[in-house]
């Protein structure tokens, strides 16, 4: 395949764009240091409306689901729908626990949900859990995103590992300087890149193609033709549909990524107006997945047997050079913005529940700062590794258990916002139980091709048969969300036994006027100096004191 060098020069001149502002962003609404986790990790703590909601959609709405979606929809049909209706429901479900969160967080210093785990449960453990279980479903989701960007380079004609390399060195160099403020001023690029791209899509490639009516007629003739998918869905995949995307929903904003960005908003009222205004990322997420059924209206094949290529390829039919360029652009930046916010949370997790926590207790912000910095490029490597020695394929399976293993932290960080009545142990117990009937079903999930021909008895995905289970039906339902049910059982379950033993539930330090805390209340501590060796520790002047 022919290097396009107008597609590749635009796509150059913009990554360079965005480079040079990911070496600036250290200077942009700066602290008096970035050796500190508060300033390097979350921005200062300082982002308002406009850059919370760039940073927020930058991080959710990423490369690979740019690519993966309507690469889903062109392959199965209806089913790669579920990321619409999973990104509406899940507004709701985190303004009931994100504006908690940061309450709480905003008093007591935390910057991972991890720390607020170990807080309010007196649990080490927990906590070590959930940051462990929080590291490893980001791994491959910033694989992920590598798999975003070989899409468009293979479209483009540029072959050969040496481009990825080069990309993720320039980002992990420019995050490790800038910390947070990277990604929130690239993801203003970024998203104008993408809406660009998405509205000319819209009103252009359907008029070439004869409009709605024909493209959603070509799709229903392939589906019907193949025996396989759909535009719309077959009764037994309807309970894995809805249970995918509400699982989905759950899952989002335990991701410490999501939490991240959150934490990064200046006030409650911020995070109130995101979460009304955010919804506008899904219907532009409706539209990307109408690009599945266009390719094939369009008759676009992917590059060889890569169907992540779909889109890329489509642009290329349906645009000149120097336009496709622009819409590569975007994906590509699309990559790097959540792939360092995610690196970032990671490298958060690592610093904050590991190495403070088990290996330098007296840690100073300085000392955090230096090895939070180094465990981001240690992340990026990773996950460059991954994607280059492993393949592709499995990645993408690895970040579907990704959201089946970070679903087991909802017991402990969104129930735990609200309630402190499950006890320390029996949470323990429920994420273990969670994890191994997670895994369980995973792993008795075939992989189905075309025609309904197993290609892969293990690993295969998500949708787990209730068949399996005993009943006589062909319905199938997602894992994550059968999973969670067990952790769920489990935890209630052991509660009551072990509180009816008496056994010890440690001591809850946190109060309940820190969940409702604004940012004039007097309990929300100011950021700490910078230069000041004092490890945040501890509840804040004027806060109520720990209670059992």
Known sequence: MEVNTVEVAVFVVFFLLVTVMGFLASRWRRGDTLMHLDEWGLGGRSFGSWITWFLIGGDIYTAYTFVAVPALVFGAGAAGFFAVPYTIVVYPLIFLVIIRLWSVSHVRGFVTPADFVRSRFDSPTMALLVAITGI??????????????EAVLKTMGVTGQWPILAAFLILAIYTYNSGLRAPALIAFVKDILIYLTIIVAIIVIPSK???????????????????????LLAPAGQLQYATLALGSALALFLYPHSITGA??????????????????YSLALGFIALLGFMAIAAGTTPVGTDANTIVPRL???????????????????????????????????????????????????????????IAS????????????????????????????????????????LYTRWLHRGALIAGWVAGMAAGMLMLYNVPRVGPGGVVVREHWGGSAF????????????????????????????VGTIVLRAMKVDDGVDGTSPSDYTAEREDPSVRDLPDPLSDEPLAGPPPGASAPRR
């Open 136 to 149: 490893v479903a980001t791994m491959p989701y910033i694989a992920l995103q590598l798999v975003g960007i």
């Open 465 to 492: 048969g209730l068949g399996k289970l005993g009943f006589d039906t062909k319905v199938t339902v997602y894992a994550g969300f059968l999973a969670l049910l067990v952790n769920l059982v489990v935890t209630v």
């Open 315 to 373: 642009f290329q039919d349906m645009f000149p050079s120097w336009f496709a360029g622009i819409a590569f652009a975007a994906v590509g930046i699309g990559a790097l913005v959540p792939a360092a916010i995610m690196s970032i949370a990671a490298a958060n997790l690592f610093t904050r529940n590991i190495y403070k926590e088990y290996l330098k207790k007296d840690a100073t912000p300085q000392n955090e700062a230096k090895v939070a910095k």
């Open 209 to 231: 193609l004869g409009g709605w009516d024909a493209i959603f007629g070509a799709a229903d003739a392939k589906f019907t033709a193949a025996k396989s998918g759909g535009v």
């Open 263 to 280: 934490l990064a908003a200046k006030n409650r009222d911020v995070l109130k107006r995101n979460m009304s205004a955010l919804p506008v």
């Open 377 to 416: 490029l240690v992340v990026k490597l990773g996950a460059v590794a991954a994607i280059l020695l492993i393949d592709p394929q499995f990645s993408i399976d690895l970040q579907l258990i990704g959201g089946v293993i970070i679903l087991q932290t909802l017991p402990s960080v969104a129930i735990g």
